[in-house]
Every structure is written in structure tokens, then in C-alpha cells.
């Protein structure tokens, strides 16, 4: 029935499940997902989409780094956009409406594609633990699987617990049962534990509503993809969404329900997404407010079901249906589906390595929401790094890490693990402090050739790089080399009402301008004509253009990634007795004696480690 031994066995086939599964299996490791229902792999739980601020970074780094997400993103979107244009490129981020169906079907034929990889259906209540070293895991059934090393991608079924109203009852999600018996396995194995709550809002018909009274939001005029891979295409027909506003008089009625909500009847203790709060939470903390944004969502090509996004809610159905009949264009709205809260269990993830492996057991990993974070990108990523160093660990290999100046998804690890989360992480630009590098453009220039190292991006992924890299660097060099003359160029200049030149002058330096953009710049003849002889595609001219525009302030976020490089590849032993340094605060101590970081740059970021306890280790550390 199964193999004597797997290598990897991943738990929960989630977004972060998913990723790890295909990352091990495609790194030549006999790999078995595990989970509760076959039908929902990948399933989108909450909103139909995937991307937007920071996340859409993420998504793209997964791509580049061999991961599925991006691949499945393009071939199940009904609608593309590129937010933060009006800003710099650091900020530009990808996002896509997707088709729900279409997506968890898309996965599931990605991953039945993957050699090396079985699927069992069942729930997985607990692990086989040996010396601290994980040996395998143990289903409802009473089967003892065994596997070099296991990663538990749980989400949010872990004692899941669902609201609606003064109404409760286990459940994973809607329709789903909860996971029991992991929590207490891993509490009795000395892991920490606590508990988190998300929300979902209303779905609905969308014969019932009327659209003439709503704003449409379209995407893109010229939709561009998330993978790098020619695997997929840029859209060629694209599903609008929809904005509509709540109002005081929808206020006033979610107000009559809070006494039998979840929210404030004392029913749910645990603590929700910051940046994702329901509708009664925000109509509470910003009681100033007359109104809050709703984006009314299509859940697919061929449906009418719509994922009203800003309604999350767990109010009683009768006050979110009497609530949403107040929203302009929603007068005659019919449910599918009311909104509902979840709780669920997670684990501090200060307990983990940058491996994603734990502290505590041996060849045990965590990734997802299990981990603190929310959202379909950041545990997705989690997966992905979880399941390349599973199988690393079993090849003997080294770990694969990626560093904060490196990727966003370094970025969300190293915070996870140095700073751990009392709240459900979301990743923001703001949180990278090496942006103008981590850019969504970039992304297989940083992370391609990493990957094709350690055995997961292909050979044709690592040339198609190559490729595009060599074409970029060869026309920013020539933009620095090719002069304009002022016949050519001044009229060009004087269209876009910028200064007109007085003497010849380098293309580089024009292109640098920022109302000047390289659409103008093909009407040189000179341009236009190399970028026909050598082919140059839409990625090679954005890549260009932003690195042009953009060179002082990368030149110096790279001199500063140097500096922090230094300190990142100055090690602290694991076993290291923090105890010992007398002349270090004691906060500093206890805190790192808990955290034990990898390097100086990572203990200098934990909270309570002030500079001076930092210099006191470099001493020590004769640095």
C-alpha cells in the first residue's frame, strides 16, 4: 500500500502543502501528501485571488524558484492588474482574479504530473518520534506511515473551531471537519501552542445584484503573467470585478448584532489578521468612519457566485443578510453562503529554524498558517522552502536558506523565527527593508540560478534566465553608450513637456528622466531598431527601463545589503551560552538563549537585543 519508507511525507494539502509535496518530489525524493479530502487540493478558502501588495513579489519568487503557484496563478485568472503603478518599481505588484474551481483543478493535475509523488486520503492525528528525530506519522485509521522527515501544513484545521452568531462547531472550514489530536501530540512533544482566528465574508448571488449601481473595475488594457516560464500566457479576456461602499445606516444595523457576536460576547479570544479585520471590528476601532470599501468578486469564468471582499464577518446570517440589503446594488442580494470566523491552533514559530525545521524534533517541519502567517502566498512559500530542505536533509546536502537581502520570502521567514508572531503575519513592502532589490521584476535574476543549484528549477528555467539577463545587460549598455542628437531627441522631449537638451548627449541619461519612458524612447530609430535585430521581449524592456531609472538607488541598497552580508556570515555556534556574557542585558540573554539565531545579523534583530548586547557578541566572538 505504501513505500517500506518515504523520504518526505507532507501533511495537509493546502497552499503551503502543495508546494512542498512538488518541491520534493521534484527533487528526486519519494514524497506521499496526506490529506483529509483529495477534492480540495489548493483549495482557495477565502478570497478567489492571488497576489496584490508584497504578496505578489512572493508569488513570483515562487515561480523563480520552480514552485507551481505562479503557473497555476496564469492558467486559472480571469483578470489581471498590476497595482502601485503610479509608484516607484519597488512597489509594483502583480495580482490576479482567479477562476476557484479552475485553480484547485489546475494543482491537482500539476501535482498528479510530479514523479516521485503519491496522495493518501486520511487525517493524520499524530507522529512517530524517536530520539527527538521524526520516523514517520499516524492516521485516524490506527496506519503508521514511515518517513526520513515530515512536514505538517495544516492551515487552519487544527481544533478548528467555526462562528457564526452565538453559533460554533468544529470545522477546518466551511463544509470540512477539524484536525484532532496533532495539538496535543505536539504539546506533550514540548511544543508551544496557541490560537488564531480569521474571517470570511458573505458569498453571493450575483443574478440578485445590480451592477448598474456599482463601480466596474477592470483590469489591465495590456495584461502581463506571473511565471517566467513560456508555459503560460499574458490574458486575452478578462472578467471584471466591482466597488460599492457600506454606509451609516449599514453601520447601525451591524451594530444591533454585536451583543450576539463572536467578536464581543467573550466566544472568540483569540487573535485576528490586523490588516484583514472583519466588518464589525472595523466599524467599532474606526467609528469615525461613514463608510468602508466592498469589492464584489467573480469566483470563476462560469459562475455567479461572488466573494464580497470587505464584508469578513462573524455576525448572526440574519444581520449580515439585513446588513448587505443596505449596500447600494445589493438591495434583492440572495446567499449562497453566509460569513463565518475560525479558530484554530498554531505554533509560536520562534520554534523553528530558517529550515523551517524544528528546534525541538528532527526532520519535523512547519509551514503555513501553522506557522502564525495568513494569507495563500505567504504559506505557499513556506511550503516550498520546507520542501526543498526536506529533501535536501535526506540527500545529505546543505540547507537552502534565503537571506532578507536575497527574497521577500527571506524576509517573511527571518521574521517569523527572530521575531515570532502573536498575530496573523502578512507580508507588506514596508517589512522588506532591501525593497528597491526585491523587486517583482527581478525575481529570477535573484532566485533561478539558487534553485537550479540545489536540483529544483530546470535546465530550460536556468537558460531562459540566462537569456534574458544577457539581453538586458547588453541594452543597458547601450543605453550608456548610444548618444542621441538633439534633432533626434528634443522633439521627443518636447511632446512630453520635459526640458529640451542643448547638446548631444548619452540615451541613459534620457531614459533616466521620470517622465520619460521607454515607449518613447522606441521612437528613436536607433532603439527600436535594436530591439528588433536582438529580439527583445516585454520582461527584457521592463527589466531595462527600472534599472536605468532606478540605478542610484539600487547601486545604494546594494552597498548596503554588503554590510549586512557581513554579519550574516559571521556564525554563532548552536549550542552557544548567551549566559555566560555578564556584561550583556539580561532581556538580551533570555531572549536569545530562546531564539538561538544563526548569525550576529540575525541576533542583532530580535526584539530586545539593543547594539550595544550586539557588540558585546562581536567581541566575544573576536570580531
Known amino acids: 500500500m505504501f513505500k517500506d519508507t518515504y523520504d518526505v511525507i507532507v ?324 446567499f449562497f453562503r453566509p460569513g463565518y470566523a475560525i479558530e484554530y491552533d498554531y505554533f509560536p514559530p520562534t520554534q523553528l529554524r530558517h529550515t523551517l525545521e524544528t528546534k525541538l524534533v528532527e526532520g519535523l517541519y512547519f509551514a503555513g498558517q501553522i506557522n502564525g502567517t495568513t494569507g495563500y502566498e505567504e504559506a505557499a512559500s513556506q511550503g516550498l522552502i520546507a520542501g526543498m530542505n526536506a529533501a535536501l536533509k535526506v540527500q545529505g546536502e546543505e540547507d537552502f536558506i534565503l537571506t532578507r537581502s536575497e527574497a521577500y520570502i527571506g524576509v517573511l521567514i527571518d521574521d517569523l523565527i527572530t521575531k515570532g508572531t502573536e498575530e496573523p503575519y502578512r507580508m507588506f513592502t514596508s517589512r522588506a527593508e532591501y525593497r528597491t532589490l526585491l523587486r517583482q521584476d527581478n525575481a529570477d535574476f535573484r532566485l533561478t540560478a539558487k534553485s537550479y543549484h540545489v536540483g529544483l528549477a530546470s535546465a530550460e528555467r536556468m537558460k531562459v534566465m540566462e537569456d534574458k539577463k544577457k539581453k538586458s545587460e547588453a541594452f543597458v549598455e547601450f543605453f550608456k553608450n548610444q548618444s542621441v542628437t538633439t534633432d533626434e531627441i528634443n522633439p521627443i522631449l518636447e511632446s512630453k513637456k520635459s526640458s529640451k537638451v542643448d547638446q548631444q548627449g548619452k540615451l541613459f541619461k534620457i531614459l533616466a528622466r521620470p517622465n520619460i519612458v521607454m515607449e518613447d524612447m522606441r521612437k528613436l530609430e536607433k532603439v527600436e531598431k535594436h530591439i528588433t535585430e536582438n529580439n527583445l521581449g516585454n520582461e527584457v524592456l521592463e527589466q531595462v527601463e527600472v534599472q536605468v531609472k532606478y540605478a542610484g538607488y539600487i547601486e545604494k541598497e546594494k552597498l548596503n545589503a554588503d554590510k549586512l552580508n557581513r554579519l550574516e556570515n559571521v556564525r554563532i555556534p548552536e549550542h552557544f551560552n548567551y549566559n555566560g556574557l555578564k556584561s550583556m542585558s539580561l532581556e538580551a540573554r533570555e531572549k536569545l538563549t530562546k531564539i538561538k539565531p544563526r548569525t550576529i545579523s540575525q541576533a542583532s534583530r530580535v526584539s530586545g537585543v539593543n547594539p550595544s548586547d550586539v557588540s558585546v557578541l562581536l567581541v566575544h566572538m573576536g570580531r
Not at 35 to 51: E, H, K, V
Open 11 to 334: 501533511v495537509g494539502a493546502g497552499h503551503a502543502g502543495s508546494e512542498a509535496a512538488a518541491a520534493a518530489a521534484n527533487m528526486g525524493s519519494s514524497t506521499l501528501l496526506v490529506t483529509m479530502n483529495l477534492q480540495n487540493i489548493a483549495q482557495m478558502s477565502c478570497n478567489p485571488a492571488m497576489g496584490g501588495i508584497a504578496k505578489g513579489q512572493i508569488l513570483r519568487e515562487i515561480d523563480a524558484l520552480g514552485g507551481y503557484s505562479g503557473i497555476v496563478s496564469d492558467t486559472s485568472a480571469i483578470q489581471f492588474k498590476m497595482l502601485n503603478k503610479s509608484k516607484g518599481p519597488a512597489m509594483w505588484s502583480p495580482r490576479v482574479q482567479s477562476d476557484r474551481m479552475l485553480f484547485s483543478q489546475h494543482w491537482r493535475e500539476k501535482l498528479e504530473q510530479t514523479q516521485n509523488l503519491d496522495f493518501y486520503q486520511e487525517m493524520v492525528s499524530g507522529l512517530m518520534v524517536e530520539d527527538h528525530k521524526v520516523v514517520g506519522v499516524k492516521t485516524s485509521l490506527g496506519l503508521e506511515i514511515k518517513a526520513k522527515t515530515v512536514i505538517l501544513t495544516n492551515g487552519t484545521f487544527l481544533n478548528g473551531l467555526i462562528h457564526i452568531g452565538n453559533k460554533n462547531f468544529g470545522g477546518g472550514r466551511a463544509g470540512e471537519r477539524a484536525s484532532t489530536g496533532m495539538t496535543a501530540e505536539l504539546v506533550e512533544l514540548g511544543f508551544e501552542a496557541g490560537r488564531m482566528k480569521t474571517g470570511t465574508p458573505p458569498r453571493v448571488d450575483g443574478r440578485s445584484l445590480d451592477f448598474s449601481k456599482i463601480e466596474e473595475q477592470p483590469g489591465d488594457e495590456k495584461p502581463w503573467k506571473f511565471s517566467y516560464s513560456s508555459e503560460t500566457k499574458p490574458l486575452e479576456k478578462q472578467r471584471s470585478c466591482w466597488m460599492t461602499y457600506t454606509s451609516p445606516e449599514v453601520h447601525n444595523l451591524l451594530r444591533e448584532g454585536f451583543d450576539r457576536s463572536p467578536m464581543f460576547n467573550g466566544a472568540i479570544q483569540s487573535t485576528g489578521p490586523r490588516y484583514c479585520p472583519s466588518i464589525e471590528d472595523k466599524i467599532h476601532k474606526f467609528a469615525d468612519k461613514e463608510r468602508h470599501q466592498m469589492f464584489v468578486e467573480p469566483e470563476g469564468w462560469n459562475t455567479v457566485e461572488y466573494y464580497v471582499n470587505g464584508f469578513s464577518t462573524s455576525l448572526p446570517e440574519d444581520i449580515q443578510y439585513e446588513a448587505l440589503k443596505l449596500v447600494k446594488g445589493f438591495e434583492n442580494v440572495k
